[in-house]
């Protein structure tokens, strides 16, 4: 699908010189001399590389169509997570480095969304929230600032985050996978 260069947004998936990528940053800019312009830095899905390109306002560029499909958690081994479809049971393996750090976060049967580019699974998007356990965090002072102020924290999966003073070892928090920042206690 084609779309104006002044439509292009932070996270989209663009083809462009035989490439897919995903767009990290965007810039609009209108000099007072000459005609406006996108500055976009992209980074390429299959080379790793990062490309920074300036589009005329007028110019098109191709979006990415990508399929999506919800598919459910099942295990990992040293390379790979696996994945089923729970309508056709169909099992897919995605590779650890495609997820990263927040691959630590499936647990069985959680429900993900995975998109799909020409058949190749690209991207795995986990739900917004999800429940962890404390598996270690320093005990709270009391009177230790008069604004509220955060402690470090280990999830018993091993992520590191900032929790509130209240929180101990042993309680249940929600997680949000976006920015693996705590939301509240359970």
Not at 142 to 152: A, I, L, M, R
Not at 162 to 172: L, T, Y
């Given at each position: 699908m084609k779309i104006n260069a002044s439509e292009i947004r932070v996270g989209m998936l663009i083809e462009y010189k035989q490439d897919l990528w995903q767009v990290l940053k965007t810039q609009h800019v209108k000099p007072g001399k000459g005609g406006a312009f996108a500055q976009v830095e992209m980074k390429?899905?299959?080379?790793?590389?990062k490309l920074n390109e300036r589009f005329r306002s007028s110019e098109t560029v191709e979006k990415a169509s990508l399929d999506e499909s919800n598919y459910n958690y099942i295990y990992e081994?040293?390379?790979?997570?696996f994945f089923i479809n729970p309508k056709s049971f169909?099992?897919?393996e995605i590779k650890k480095k495609l997820i990263g750090e927040k691959g630590k976060l499936l647990t069985e049967n959680l429900e993900v969304s995975v998109s799909?580019?020409?058949?190749?699974?690209?991207?795995?998007?986990?739900?917004?929230q999800v429940t962890c356990k404390i598996e270690q965090t320093?005990?709270?002072l009391?009177?230790?600032?008069?604004?509220?102020?955060?402690?470090?924290a280990v999830l018993d999966n091993g992520i590191q985050i900032?929790?509130?003073?209240?929180?101990?070892?042993?309680?249940?928090v929600i997680i949000d996978t976006r920015d693996l920042e705590y939301v509240k206690k359970v």
């Open positions: 390429s899905l299959n080379k790793n590389t081994d040293e390379e790979n997570y169909e099992q897919i799909f580019y020409n058949e190749s699974p690209i991207a795995v998007n986990l739900p917004n320093d005990v709270a009391k009177g230790q600032t008069v604004s509220s102020s955060y402690k470090p900032q929790v509130p003073p209240f929180i101990e070892s042993g309680d249940n």
